[in-house]
């Protein structure tokens, strides 16, 4: 299994790194699923399809999930925002690098609904976007 993937990462790697367009802005048709059924890599298979372009805000809200989970650890320590956060970036980090599974239906939702989840948590209370004022409810 290993050296499976290790072709086929190495397939979709050469794929991508072909010319700076591939790289940039992806391949306009799909690999040959004969040669190479998937690159058990989410992110690899992202920047194959679509380019360092189209996996920019993903990469950029896994940045923001990050910088906010580092204040939040510096500043309140909840445990349970701390456990929360660990999960969300094992299946971001770990998971997706082995496997695709933001890619598929069901742990896909799952994956984006604790993350959703954990980025509501780690808002500041003072960006609450209610419309409601101080004091207004009483």
Known sequence: NISDRQY??????HGVTESPGSFMFGHASA??????PSAHNYY????YNFGLVGVFPLLVLIGY?????FRHISKE?????IGLGAIVLFILLVDNSVKVGLRQPYPGMVTFF???????????????LSSVKEGSLQ
Do not use: C, E, H, M
């Not at 690899?44 to 920047?47: A, C, E, K, T, V």
């Not at 320590?77 to 925002?81: F, G, P, S």
């Open 114 to 128: 604790l993350w959703g989840l954990l980025l509501n948590k780690l808002r500041a209370p003072d960006d609450k």
């Open 44 to 47: 690899l298979d992202f920047i």
């Open 8 to 13: 086929y990462w190495s397939f979709y790697w």
């Open 65 to 69: 999930t990050l910088i906010q989970l």
């Open 31 to 36: 690999p040959d699923r004969a040669k190479a």
């Open 77 to 81: 320590r909840r445990i349970d925002v």
